[in-house]
């Protein structure tokens, strides 16, 4: 196997430059680099103690970057139990078990659960021939996972329609990279 093959790389923070293994199966493929270093300038001033959330987690290259740079909190959802389980074991090889949850479900069906928690950032990423982010969106603002003024990153291929998204959340950032487009949207507070 080539070096680097089925791993992804924290680019930043206090894990920068480690290497973490993944499950290679079908529909998953980790936010390249240069796309992740684009989000994190984009981010901040955002991820120093924030909860964040990475639905469909996948390799978890994005949650755990923000994790590497600051966040106090994070939770991988993801639903093929392979890949949770070697995401847990990259947490664990991390030493981050205070930190990070893992947990193995469909994004979906337990973002309509009801909860207490409230997010600040949430990475919604799902596999590129799917049609799950406006449904994951919808559920996000209406199931109380968001915090007033969240901040909400979607990733989807660049050659799909952006879907219609909660009036409360307003355009931020966006940007496009090879085959994924990229955008950073901001919840407003509800008044």
């Known amino acids: 196997m080539p070096s ?39 981010l901040r001033a955002d991820v120093a ?8 987690a996948g390799s978890g290259a994005i949650g755990l970057e923000a994790l590497s740079r600051g966040a106090a909190a994070l939770t991988l959802v993801e639903r093929h139990r392979a890949v949770a389980e070697r ?26 659960t009801a909860t207490a928690r409230r997010y600040d950032i949430v990475f919604v990423d799902p ?24 901040v909400v990153y979607l990733e989807q291929d660049a050659h799909r329609a952006w879907p219609a998204l909660p009036p409360s959340w307003t355009l931020y950032r966006e940007g496009r990279a090879g085959q994924s487009a990229q955008r950073l949207l901001r919840r407003s507070k509800l008044r």
Do not use: K, S, Y
């Open 4 to 42: 680097g093959a089925n791993q992804v790389r924290i680019i930043g923070g206090r894990h920068r430059g480690r290497r973490l293994p993944f499950v290679p199966v079908r529909g998953l493929r980790p936010t390249p680099d240069r796309v992740r270093e684009t989000l994190f300038n984009w």
């Open 49 to 56: 103690g924030a909860r964040c959330l990475d639905l469909f």
């Open 87 to 112: 995401l847990r074991a990259n947490v664990a090889l991390l030493h981050e078990e205070a930190a990070l949850e893992v947990i193995q479900a469909d994004a979906l069906r337990w973002l309509a």
């Open 127 to 150: 596999p590129f021939a799917t049609d799950l982010m406006a449904a994951a969106c919808a559920r996000l603002e209406t199931r109380g996972w968001l915090a007033d003024d969240a």
